[in-house]
């Protein structure tokens, strides 16, 4: 009975690591990530979609209110995945311009055909007399993360 | 007082020829032994919310006992402890008097680690925990002057009084390893291994008076203590299946379990003959296999913030072996049964609170009791009420990080033959406290 038992649990456990070819443990070598804009992309977005990767869409999450989201649905090694910075480099610094007690510029919302939108008059003005220079555009300069990965006695009577 | 110190052949022999009558009346539980370690006593508070219907909507480390493939839903580092507490209550009614007994305790339920492995598709979570699966505290007792017993010539029917007590602590807890893996988009499967330990301290007690003819009065006072430690292990696996993000499908299988039992039993029975006791010690060691089960379950969300979860778990326990099938006259003490399980948990949108409620049956599954008034033959127990239990649950999630969880409990059974019935209430409180990294 024993070993039929291990025999079972033997296969079982093939089953189980045999087909292990969807969770992918490591990310393969001599293939680096790549900055697209803002947004870190894996060498797996260029095979398949990558919002299978990173998040469970099979997860109840679309029904979970937001609280919840990171608790059961943010992996923790996804905390620093796409902005870590590697040791020896640092965040680069924008020096010069107004960063601190600015406010965000504002800009007249276009109409597809390109002209500006029906606004006001007494909000263009503001617009105009804002003075307020949008923020310079940054590009983040990161790098691929390493990944570490016959007797009865009891109960009688 | 203790006389005589025999050994034990000598002493089954005296006790035989100096008892012949009385002792038919517990030979039958002799044979048939009514086990308190094939129940599970449940685990985690927000599965036991739920109804335990967590087979397919596990999402934390429980997952090791309900079903090892959910640990794939686990994305963060988690580390969980849990505490029960039991209150049982146990009327007998044995013509028409009652005797009440009840018992409270309170345990370290469990302790539990998962740590999901860091993924670039797909998921492996390995998880190790302590869970205290089965519990043997109990507290019996029935007593009652009895107006007519069938002796057997060459007394026939006559009166008498007799009073049964049990008094047991222990458990079995599971010290396991379980891993779980996505193997596609929508199914995991999982293993689990459990190394089984626990103890069971269980004192027996039986007496009775007859009255019988010429005006004579036959004594019986038996006493019965089990000390013993119990080793074993088992093993199970299961598969989740999702289906959308909306519902869950799981399936369970859990091992045989394999328990060793290494004790010391001591009896004193007293001796009408020469009017003292005789005593009797010897060390044992038992082994006993618990069948396989199995547990299927569905999990749906359909409605936003609403899970609803179902689950049935099968077990075959006329499959037991303990010294062979436990059986007399080709009728089996214990019976198959399937317990149903039904869950619901709903979070609201303003706070990370959330409640739950849930029903489950457990159905008992050792169905004899002995024949008071005559010498003790088995009979199929009626089962009036046959294990059913309701529950309620909340949990407060703090700093997005640190869950708390609590449940409640309240069900029992209840269960007769002529001249006797016995009525269960039990109420269990869980606390589960668990912290994400």
Redo the contacts between chains.
């Keep these: 009975?024993?070993s039929r038992?291990w025999a079972?649990?033997g296969l079982?456990?093939l089953?189980?690591f045999l087909?292990?070819c969807?969770?992918?443990?490591?990310?393969p070598e001599g293939v680096t990530l790549v900055d697209e804009y803002q947004n870190r992309k894996?060498c797996?977005d260029c095979h398949q979609e990558t919002w299978?990767?990173h998040y469970?869409?099979?997860?109840?999450?679309?029904?979970?209110?937001g609280?919840?989201r990171?608790?059961?649905?943010?992996?923790?090694?996804y905390d620093d995945y796409w902005y870590y910075t590697p040791p020896g480099q640092s965040e680069p610094v924008e020096r010069g311009g107004r960063h601190m007690w600015t406010q965000p510029g504002l800009s007249v919302p276009q109409l597809p055909g390109g002209g500006p939108a029906l606004m006001g008059q007494e909000n263009k003005s503001k617009q105009q007399s804002s003075g307020t220079q949008p923020a310079p555009e940054s590009k983040k300069e990161t790098q691929k993360k390493e990944?570490?990965?016959?007797?009865?006695?009891?109960?009688?009577? | 007082m203790r006389a005589f110190h025999l050994n034990r052949s000598c002493c089954l022999v005296l006790l035989f020829l100096a008892v012949l009558l009385p002792a038919s009346r517990?030979c039958f539980?002799?044979?048939l032994?009514?086990?308190?370690i094939i129940y599970d006593f449940g685990l985690g508070a927000r599965a036991m919310g739920m109804g335990q219907a967590h087979v397919a909507a596990s999402?934390d480390v429980t997952a090791t006992f309900y079903n090892p493939a959910a640990l794939a839903?686990i994305?963060?580092?988690e580390v969980s402890t849990g505490f029960s507490h039991l209150i049982d209550n146990l009327d007998t009614v044995m013509f028409d008097q009652k005797s009440t007994s009840s018992l409270g305790s309170t345990k370290l339920s469990s302790i539990g680690l998962a740590y999901?492995?860091?993924?670039?598709?797909?998921?492996?979570v390995l998880a190790i925990a302590y869970n205290r699966t089965r519990n043997t505290d109990s507290d019996y007792l029935r007593a009652s002057e009895v107006p007519g017993y069938f002796l057997g010539p060459p007394y026939g029917i006559v009166s008498g009084s007799e009073k049964e007590s049990i008094f047991e602590r222990g458990g079995i807890s599971a010290w396991t390893a379980g891993?779980g893996?996505?193997?596609?988009?929508?199914v995991s499967?999982?293993?689990a291994f459990s190394f089984l330990s626990g103890k069971?301290e269980?004192q027996?007690e039986?007496s009775a008076q007859w009255n019988v003819e010429p005006p004579n009065t036959l004594y019986q006072h038996y006493l019965?203590s089990?000390d013993?430690t119990i080793t074993g292990w088992t093993?199970s696996?299961g598969t989740l299946v999702?289906l959308?993000?909306?519902g869950r499908l799981g399936l369970t299988v859990r091992?045989?379990e394999?328990l060793t039992?290494d004790?010391q039993?001591t009896i004193d029975q007293y001796d009408q003959s020469i009017n003292d006791y005789v005593t009797d010690e010897f060390s044992?060691e038992?082994k006993i296999?618990l069948p396989i089960t199995f547990m299927v379950g569905g999990s749906a969300?359909l409605?936003?913030?609403?899970?609803l979860a179902a689950d049935a778990k099968y077990t075959d326990w006329k499959q037991i072996d303990?010294?062979?099938p436990?059986r007399i006259d080709n009728l089996y003490a214990y019976r198959a049964t399937t317990s149903l399980r039904f869950g619901a948990e709903y979070?609201?949108?303003f706070?990370?609170f959330r409640v739950r409620g849930g029903f489950f049956t457990e159905p008992v599954a050792f169905r004899l009791l002995p024949d008071i008034t005559n010498s003790g033959s088995p009979m199929l127990a009626s089962m009036d009420s046959d294990g059913k239990f309701y529950t309620a649950g909340a949990g407060y999630?703090f700093e997005?990080?640190f869950?708390l969880d609590v449940a409640w409990v309240h069900g029992g059974y209840e269960r007769s033959i002529p001249d006797y019935s016995e009525k269960k209430t039990t109420d269990k409180i869980f606390v589960t406290a668990s912290y994400?990294?």
């Design positions: 009975m024993i038992t079972i649990l079982l456990l089953v189980l087909p292990g969807f969770t992918v443990l490591k990310h894996s797996m299978l990767y469970d869409p099979y997860w109840y999450g679309s029904y979970y209110p609280d919840w990171y608790y059961y649905g943010r992996p923790w090694w990944e570490k990965d016959t007797k009865r006695h009891m109960w009688t009577k | 517990i539980a002799q044979d032994p009514d086990l308190p999402e839903q994305r963060r580092i999901p492995f860091p993924t670039y598709r797909g998921s492996l891993l893996t996505e193997i596609s988009q929508e499967v999982g293993a069971s269980r027996y039986f019965k089990d013993a093993a696996f999702k959308g993000n909306v091992l045989p394999y039992l004790g039993q044992f038992d296999t969300a409605v936003p913030g609403l899970v303990y010294a062979g436990i979070m609201f949108p706070a990370p999630l997005e990080t869950d994400r990294f």
